[in-house]
């Protein structure tokens, strides 16, 4: 069987790949094992000189990498350069932190000595998605490697050049073969791979969905998990906020990489004293954006990954207009053998609306109106999703309270978007899953936290 990677901006096949049979997913996983039974042995000095030559690679081949990113899922390539030097970035973070992140912490009790060590756990299986085909890999794959941990990847089946790319990264940058391993497999065949026995732990990106089926079965096995799963963010606009920023930061969140993003901006909620101006600055500025071939700089939208997901998106919009909303920008499917559509702007969208509940993964924005600040973060925690959340005001000692104390989510912002930093953790609550990936946090998810006592 095969898988092809079909160019969304003009719908041609860019390649065709041989699945993966099941013998040969054993023997990878195999072989993984045998590299790790040496390379958790490896000294933070050897680990941090290949994670910091993986970088460095990285960089070199970033413009290549970016071009690969926009043939496979339509991302432009000025963002795909951004993506690349990310990743090459949490490297060189993990480089230089791992060490100190899993240094032994010493305890004192009765005991001569009692203290904390950190041990890698095994093969790790990232379930990735195509949406950053790199950056997702790359938040995983970097702490992991760092730890002493090994890696097997299942990447999204309409970017197997971006998961063979990565592979071949790794084995120039000269770490151990086998230390890491793409997996060219469908995801009917997830779970057998979390049965194997060498598997230890899963990590996901991914819908909600994906994150429930993957946790049943590693849940059955008693196998670790990282779940990174869907999100609806919602940024509130309050009263006394600068108008002007929050619409440029809001329009600039909703269409990174066409708004296929789980911390995307999706949700709007403005009070209904600065609404009309907001809607009107978002608005433009969301008309301004250039749509076109991702392989030009001056694309700022390119098409979306897939033509079954604009046509699902649409169908969301549809939908949510039967119900209520308004459409006062895009709404319509573009002519033309590709998999474009355009910036779309909703209002009059309540909490009974589709676009209220669901997530809209694509370049489609939702505004709420609100009465005043305690209402607007009622609406805003009123969601299935806690990935991210940001709130705008003027008064920074306002906005850092609301931020840390009433909004749900993993990551809150004040005046900016949400976003991740290789330095700083990041994942969800609610049904946006569990566990988080970066920072020191996210190095210690794959590791035994094991207490030694000498008695």
Aim: aromatic share 8%.
């Amino acid at each position: 069987m095969t898988i092809q990677s079909i160019n969304p901006y003009n719908l041609q096949s860019i390649e065709e790949y041989a699945l993966h049979t099941d013998q040969q997913i054993n023997d990878k996983i195999e072989q993984t094992q045998g590299a790790w039974l040496k390379w958790r042995n490896s000294g933070y000095a050897e680990r941090s000189y290949l994670l910091n030559k993986l970088a460095e690679i990285i960089r070199a081949r970033k413009v290549e990498l970016a071009r690969l990113m926009a043939l496979e899922m339509g991302k432009p390539v000025k963002q795909g350069i951004s993506e690349a030097d990310k990743c090459a970035a949490v490297c060189e973070y993990y480089a230089e932190k791992a060490a100190g992140f899993l240094s032994d912490q010493i305890i004192k009790t009765e005991a001569i000595k009692s203290y904390v060590c950190f041990n890698p756990l095994g093969v790790v299986l990232a379930v990735m998605p195509w949406n950053f085909p790199l950056w997702q890999v790359f938040r995983f794959l970097a702490p992991a490697l760092a730890a002493g941990n090994c890696g097997v990847l299942k990447h999204a089946s309409n970017v197997p050049g971006c998961a063979l790319a990565i592979e071949d990264m790794v084995t120039e940058a000269g770490f151990p073969p086998y230390v890491f391993q793409t997996l060219l497999a469908g995801s009917n065949k997830v779970d057998k791979i979390i049965e194997h026995e060498h598997i230890k732990a899963v990590t996901l990106t991914g819908s909600t969905q994906a994150g429930i089926k993957v946790a049943q079965k590693a849940g059955s096995l008693l196998k670790k998990t990282v779940l990174e799963l869907g999100g609806s963010d919602a940024y509130i606009v309050l009263e006394d906020a600068d108008i002007a920023l929050a619409a440029k930061v809001c329009a600039e969140s909703r269409l990174i990489n066409g708004g296929q993003s789980c911390i995307a901006a999706k949700r709007f909620i403005v009070v209904k004293e600065v609404e009309e101006e907001f809607t009107r600055l978002f608005t433009q500025y969301m008309s301004q954006k250039v749509m076109g071939d991702p392989l030009e700089d001056r694309t700022d939208l390119g098409p979306m990954a897939r033509a079954d997901l604009r046509d699902e998106l649409h169908s969301q919009v549809i939908k949510s207009v039967t119900q209520g909303a308004r459409c006062i920008l895009g709404g319509k499917i573009p002519d033309g053998e590709n998999a474009f559509y355009p910036p779309t702007v909703l209002v009059n969208v309540t909490e009974d609306n589709l676009a209220f509940n669901e997530e809209l993964f694509g370049p489609v924005a939702a505004i709420i109106s609100a009465n005043e600040e305690e209402d607007a973060i009622s609406l805003a925690n009123k969601s299935q999703f806690g990935l991210g959340a940001a709130v705008f005001t003027n008064d920074v000692e306002r906005g850092d309270y609301i931020a840390a104390n009433l909004l749900e989510a993993g990551s809150c912002f004040v005046n900016g978007l949400v976003k991740s930093d290789p330095r700083l953790p990041f994942g969800g609550i609610k049904q946006s899953g569990y566990g988080r990936e970066l920072g020191m946090f996210g190095i210690h998810e794959f590791v035994n936290i094991k207490t030694v006592v000498i008695a």
